[in-house]
T-cell receptor, first 109, second 115 residues
Framework: KNQVEQSPQSLIILEGKNCTLQ??????????LRWYKQDTGRGPVSLTI?????NTKSNGRYTATLDADTKQSSLHITASQLSDSASYIC????????FGAGTRLTVKP | EAGVAQSPRYKIIEKRQSVAFWCNPI?????LYWYQQILGQGPKLLIQ????????DSQLPKDRFSAERLKGVDSTLKIQPAKLEDSAVYLC?????????????FGQGTRLTVV
């Protein structure tokens, strides 16, 4: 069983709308949690990083939250743009990187 | 700063043939990773190098996959012989130190299709 589960598997939203992606993990303890964005045909690129003691971290229109008690993280995207269409991957680090399967986001005009 | 370079970008081979992928990490990055990403899934670690030594190859199918990192810089990943289920994107990544403490930077990947 994967130690990092993401939901939904895919999501379609209209340009300008907000959305929230979920990540549940069982990796414990962990040193940090990252959200990566992977455009089609590209390698993943880090968006945010949080240690276990941080609750929220923002990067422009992206805001990640972390609840270490419930072992959940979310990535909120505000005012979505067409260029946000990509896969978003949650990665939990403890000696090695544990990847989720990703959420495929499609932003339509 | 130059990123992680991978080649080729695409490769189509018949089953039972051999194929090799090349990776040049970011200069100064001691840790190098090879991942296999099957369509619709997250990357799966195949092998991790620290300089030119292997740190983790527990998920590498050693009967057909091999990898080396000569002189602790460039790396090659080889598949011999290829199977249909090897069709995937092979991602190379590098980081300053291992364990995810520093960001891992990924190359664009090599998309392998085995027919």
């Amino acid at each position: 069983k994967n130690q990092v589960e993401q939901s939904p598997q895919s999501l379609i939203i209209l340009e300008g709308k907000n959305c929230t992606l979920q990540c549940n993990y069982t990796v414990s303890p962990f040193s940090n949690l990252r959200w990566y964005k992977q455009d089609t045909g590209r390698g993943p690129v880090s968006l945010t990083i949080m240690t276990f003691s941080e609750n929220t971290k923002s990067n422009g229109r992206y805001t990640a939250t972390l609840d270490a008690d419930t072992k959940q993280s979310s990535l909120h995207i505000t005012a979505s743009q067409l260029s946000d269409s990509a896969s978003y991957i949650c990665v939990v680090n403890h000696n090695d990187m544990r990847f989720g399967a990703g959420t495929r986001l499609t932003v339509k005009p | 700063e130059a990123g992680v370079a991978q080649s080729p970008r695409y490769k189509i081979i018949e089953k039972r043939q051999s194929v090799a992928f090349w990776c040049n990490p970011i200069s100064g990055h001691a840790t190098l990773y090879w991942y296999q990403q099957i369509l619709g899934q997250g990357p799966k670690l195949l092998i991790q190098f620290q300089n030119n030594g292997v740190v983790d190859d527990s998920q590498l199918p050693k009967d057909r996959f091999s990898a080396e990192r000569l002189k602790g810089v460039d790396s090659t990943l080889k598949i011999q012989p290829a199977k249909l289920e090897d069709s995937a994107v092979y991602l190379c990544a590098s980081s300053l130190v291992p364990g995810g403490e520093t960001e891992a930077f990924f190359g664009q990947g090599t998309r392998l299709t085995v027919v």
